[in-house]
């Protein structure tokens, strides 16, 4: 994530510290979804990674594991770093086969066709180039000249750096339009996020070709404004600034202690996991450009290993300390978010969500603020301007920083609204929020005449959504009243959605899931790619699909009911052309981009796509269990299988949906009690196989 720091200060020049204060930055032209671009180019065939040290070669893993019939090159200007980087890809390969994450057959093609090479020249053919070499701005602008003289000119050339704007970087390239950051965080094969910076003089086509590119190969990707350190390392070097600023008043493991509380690992656990000490270098370039206030502690310089504690791990602490220590970190994340939202770094959306997915954010600085309310959010920003002067303090009032969508982007395509589900981190899994933000916009936009419908999608091209949130569930096991209303309060979208005029169709894009699938059976339609797969799994957790799922089915294709059994009670998938059978998938996409195509068009045709699900009792064939149920190798619990079966059968009978849909919300009250549900939830959580012996 961060291995040195900017190289060179060149003083930020006011006019345009003041245009980066006053104006409120357009980052996102075309989409919030990356996926709803099309690309103007196609996936690219040859790659570099220029740079063998810490990330370079960990870029290149994540390029070849998502493109494997692509050809990479690993440049260094020495041996030993590519001979270290050959070792490491294969480690990485030879673990993903050994946790079955990869086939031996898949781990072979990632590996095959990469070059680890001296030769600069090998390179001319390359579609993509990303510089990973120390961050030092004259070695970097000498790799880009060498560069530029073997490629292509229309090939795209990026540099990782986390902290030195792209205007410095390539101040000496002939053709800077091709050129931009993409700032990766550790590790970088498998961590989400990569930060696209947005600066003058990058073509606007590449900009976005990135933006979907990284996307497409099962990345976040981030834009952010062209400043120093960018968004999240500005959040990042400061909160650690500020935990060593605290010394020795403190130790480094009462601070790291006291932010466990939000984070999963405090600042100086982390300094140790990073090489070097970059958060010297770049506070004080911030220091040098920006204000006195970001002057870098003085105990950064003199100490290489903090000694702290193992993450999770008890420390002994007065109360005055830990007061002293949560207030001046919160204040100084405090201060960096809303310098970021208010010179228009980054949106409040991907601020929020990025601290998340790259610095191990709990939860998001957004969502602290809001948990702690605004009397103490200011009470703590009034100390920290007391106790550390100059730093950033609010432009706004405190609503507008809460004043946004946490789990999804919301994009305007030919007039229809495309609500995407952004969770990726747990395959786009629904909590109450979630449900909470779509139902929102729904109902905005339900009686908006410039508005024909809406379509409903997941984030990237793995999952629509992979059901409930788990985590959740574990605080209502036992309680039958607050599983029911659990279940009618998840409801809300899909009972909207049933009574609504214009059309909301559902763009599954890979796993449906659970809850994902209750929300997509109650869409009018559902458009789906090719790789998309239906499931119930709840049984393999010993639950039942609680939010309409054992009883809309029937309903609306009871063609499919002895499928729907199946699926119900044994957790059967099933893909796209049995889907297309019974009916319940209107049309199949090629990709995501055919996908949303066919969506929008379905969706854009107004009242008449509107299906409403039937009224009165259904006919079903009989539920037949096999004497020892399984899901796959997993014996399933005949208890919960019970529950399911005679729920499944008064809902079927039952004369209303209301009623059904009331039937199904109490089965999922009396499962939740059973104790299958309580060992089913428990070993998903706990990573192991359930067992159940009822
Ligand atoms: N709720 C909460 N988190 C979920 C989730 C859900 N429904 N589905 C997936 N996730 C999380 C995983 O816990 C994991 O988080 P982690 O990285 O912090 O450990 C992350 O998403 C990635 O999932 P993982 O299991 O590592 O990926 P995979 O490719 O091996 O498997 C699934 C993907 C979807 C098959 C698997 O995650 C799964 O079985 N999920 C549960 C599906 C389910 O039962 N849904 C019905 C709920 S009612």
């Given at each position: 994530?961060?291995?040195?720091g900017?190289?060179?200060c060149i003083?930020?020049r006011?006019?345009?510290m003041?245009k980066q204060m006053?104006?409120k ?6 989409y919030?979804?990356?996926?709803l671009v ?9 790659m570099?990674?220029?740079?063998a ?14 493109m ?12 030993k ?7 490491r ?16 057959q898949?781990a ?13 020249e ?5 579609d ?19 560069i ?12 990782n750096?986390?902290s ?12 800077p339009?091709?050129?931009t ?5 550790a590790?970088?094969w498998r ?7 947005s ?5 606007r ?13 099962g990345?976040v ?10 968004m999240l ?6 909160w ?26 405090g600042?100086?656990?982390v ?19 920006e204000?006195?206030h970001?002057?870098p ?94 730093y ?7 609503g ?5 969508n ?11 609204k ?7 981190q ?5 909590n109450?929020e979630?449900?909470?933000e ?5 109902e ?26 788990i985590?959740?569930f574990?605080e ?7 599983s029911i ?5 998840c ?10 005029q ?5 763009a ?6 659970g809850?994902g ?5 109650r869409c ?5 790619t ?6 119930f799994?709840?049984?393999t957790?010993?639950?039942l ?7 809309v089915?029937?309903r ?5 009911a ?20 019974i ?16 969506a929008?068009?379905?969706?854009g ?17 009989p ?19 019970s ?10 009978a039952?004369?209303?949906?209301s ?7 109490a089965?999922?009250g ?6 299958a ?11 192991r196989?359930p067992?159940?012996?009822?």
């Open positions: 994530m961060h291995s040195g900017v190289g060179a003083p930020l006011c006019e345009q003041r006053g104006e930055k357009r980052l996102y032209y075309p919030h979804n990356p996926l099309s690309p103007a180019r196609a996936l690219p065939k040859e570099a990674v220029v740079g040290g810490t990330i370079g070669p960990d870029i290149g893993y994540y390029l070849k594991r998502a494997p019939d692509s050809k990479l090159f690993l440049v260094d200007v020495v041996e770093p590519l001979k270290n980087a050959q070792k890809l294969s480690g990485y390969a030879e673990r993903a086969v050994d946790r079955k994450k990869m086939t031996a898949q072979e093609a990632v590996l095959a066709d990469i070059s680890y090479t001296m030769a600069y090998d390179l001319k053919d390359c993509l180039v990303i510089e990973a070499a120390t961050e030092n701005i004259p070695l970097k602008q000498k790799i880009f000249e060498s530029e003289k073997i490629v292509r000119a229309d090939t795209l050339i990026t540099s750096t986390s030195i704007p792209a205007d410095r970087i390539f101040s000496r390239m002939e053709r339009d091709r050129a950051v993409t700032h990766f965080f590790p970088a961590s989400l996020p990569v930060e696209v910076v600066w003058e003089k990058v073509n086509e590449v900009l976005d070709y990135l933006f979907w590119l990284f996307a497409a190969t990345k990707p981030l834009i952010t404004d062209n400043v120093i350190c960018f390392d500005r959040v990042f070097v400061n650690c600034n500020e935990a060593a600023q605290l010394l020795p008043d403190v130790t480094a493991s009462q601070v790291d202690k006291v932010t466990e509380e939000f984070v999963f690992a600042p100086f656990f300094l140790n996991m990073v090489n070097g000490n970059p958060v010297i270098i770049e506070t004080n370039t911030l220091q040098a450009e204000g006195e970001y002057k502690a003085r105990l950064l310089a003199s100490v290489d290993r903090w000694h702290t504690h193992r993450p999770g791990t008890g420390v002994d602490m007065p109360r005055m300390s830990r007061e002293t220590i949560r207030d001046r970190m919160l204040g100084v994340i405090f201060s960096q978010c809303f310098d970021i939202i208010d010179r228009g770094i980054g949106t409040k959306e991907d601020l929020n969500f990025g601290c998340q997915i790259a610095l191990g954010f709990r939860e998001g600085p957004l969502d602290i603020m809001r948990d702690l309310g605004e009397d103490e959010v200011n009470r703590i920003m009034q100390k920290f301007d007391r106790e550390r002067p100059g950033p303090q609010p432009n706004e009032a405190e507008f920083y809460q004043d946004f946490r789990y999804i982007l919301v994009d305007d395509v030919n007039g229809v495309v609500i995407t589900i952004r969770r990726p747990a395959m786009n899994a629904l109450d979630v449900t909470a779509i139902l929102k916009v729904l905005e936009y339900a009686h908006d005449p410039a508005v024909k419908g809406f379509v409903i999608t997941g984030y990237g091209s793995r999952a629509f959504s992979a059901g409930a949130d985590g959740k574990p209502m096991l036992g309680n039958r009243d607050a209303q659990y279940s009618r309060d409801a809300n979208v899909q009972l909207f959605m049933d009574r609504m214009k059309p909301v169709v559902a599954v894009n890979g796993m449906a899931l809850g699938l209750e929300l997509a059976i009018h339609s559902i458009v789906a090719r790789n998309a797969v239906f499931q799994p709840e049984i957790l010993g639950i699909p609680g939010i309409g799922g054992c009883v089915p029937y609306k294709w009871p063609k499919g002895s499928l729907f059994h199946e699926m119900i009670c044994l957790g059967r998938r099933i893909g796209v052309e049995e889907a297309l059978n009916g319940m998938v209107d049309e199949a996409a090629e990709d995501y981009s055919d996908l949303i195509g066919k929008v068009n379905l969706a045709t107004g009242g008449d796509a509107v299906k409403r699900i039937p009224d009165g009792r259904v006919q079903i064939p539920i037949e269990i096999p004497s020892k149920p399984m899901a796959g190798g997993l014996a399933l619990s005949k208890e919960a299988l529950i399911i079966v005679k729920t499944i059968e008064a809902g079927a039952a004369e209303h949906l009623d059904a849909l009331e039937i199904g919300y089965g999922f009396e499962i939740a009690c059973a104790d549900a309580q060992e089913g939830i428990t070993a998903f959580l706990q990573k196989r067992e159940y012996n009822k």
